[in-house]
């Protein structure tokens, strides 16, 4: 879509780690948990709604990188969500979990505290695993 950007509350949220075919890659800025969001690059705001091939894509990739959270982070759960009450752009939020984690057994909306910021080499190794596990287009992390 040509006149696709991304939101500017999930860019003010996120870490912008790259592309993928169907989406942007981000990652929530707070580091207690590995916490992924995907933004299809449409104007539809519901994931429902996609066609059907659209949708296939994007799930597809929600799938990749569910499989990178619980095989290279070694998060055993993931919790996966589309919400849009606050940011109504379609994204999707992809957190790994386990048992005794910041929020355990509670969601992670309302309840995760602040984990700090990434250090640089962790935002650059996660997102060199996403080249590799995906084909992440990588975008340019700031020193």
């Given at each position: 879509m040509l006149d696709f950007a991304l939101p500017e509350q999930l860019l003010k949220d996120c870490h912008y780690l790259g592309s993928l075919r169907?989406?942007?890659?981000?990652?929530?800025?707070?580091?207690a948990l590995p916490w992924f969001i995907l933004v299809p690059r449409t104007a539809l705001q519901d994931v429902l709604d996609l066609p059907e091939a659209e949708l296939r894509g994007v799930m597809t990739e929600c799938v990749g990188v569910s499989a990178f959270i619980k095989q290279k982070l070694g998060y055993p759960k993931v919790?996966?969500?589309g919400?849009?009450?606050?940011?109504p752009d379609m994204h999707l939020h992809i957190i790994g979990r386990r048992e005794g984690?910041?929020?355990w057994p509670q969601p992670v909306w309302g309840n995760l505290s602040e984990g700090g910021p990434y250090a640089l080499h962790t935002l650059r190794e996660w997102q060199r695993g996403l080249v590799e596990h995906?084909?992440?287009?990588s975008a340019t992390l700031p020193d």
């Open positions: 169907a989406t942007e890659v981000l990652l929530n800025r707070n580091a919790n996966f969500a919400l849009g009450n606050v940011v984690d910041p929020c995906l084909g992440l287009n």
